[in-house]
């Protein structure tokens, strides 16, 4: 029994097989990627080069980095998508001591790799342009946006506020204690 129900089942399976390509109509469209989509595949990528601390954008984008806390991986990296290729452009900071053009070299073979791998775009360019070189240290220092400072200094005024309100509590409690004795 169960052999026959294989052997309908397999006649069956038979029956629905889909129509091959040649017969099939072809489906017309296209497509196409957004700047910000390979942008966010080149930034993505390039946490993984070592030597490279940051990518960074013009004046105003790097302020805006500096006044708010942003995690966004298109910051410094421009893009020029065509139907078939992709150009990259980018302001870095590499690390201190550390061989910049291996850095380029690099930082070329992840975005190629990575855009190829997701889009199946050629990269044709990568122009980068080293803005700065700092350690380690440096770059955690100046990744400190006033945000962070000005929370900092909200929360020590806070601290220092209640220490101050604490003092004068124990001051007025010494001095209601002291008054109820003589009296």
Avoid: H, W
């Amino acid at each position: 029994m169960v052999q026959e129900n294989m052997k309908a089942f397999g006649t069956m399976a038979e029956k629905e097989t889909p129509k091959t390509k040649e017969t099939q109509p072809e489906i017309k469209g296209s497509l196409t990627y957004e700047d910000k989509v390979v942008q966010k595949i080149v930034g993505l990528a390039l946490e993984s080069v070592d030597g490279l601390l940051s990518v960074e954008g013009g004046f105003f984008s790097n302020l805006t980095g500096k006044l708010i806390n942003t995690d966004d991986v298109t910051t410094g990296v421009g893009v020029e998508v065509g139907k078939t290729q992709v150009a990259v452009d980018l302001k870095v900071v590499t690390e201190y001591r550390k061989n910049v053009p291996d850095i380029y070299e690099k930082i070329k073979e992840v975005i190629r790799k990575e855009v190829a791998t997701m889009t199946e775009l050629e990269v044709v360019e990568v122009n980068v342009t080293v803005t700065d070189i700092k350690t380690k240290e440096q770059q955690k220092e100046d990744d400190v946006s006033i945000q962070d400072r000005v929370t900092s200094a909200a929360q020590t005024t806070g601290k220092f506020t209640s220490e101050q309100v604490d003092k004068v509590k124990d001051k007025v409690e010494d001095n209601t204690d002291k008054e109820a004795r003589v009296k």
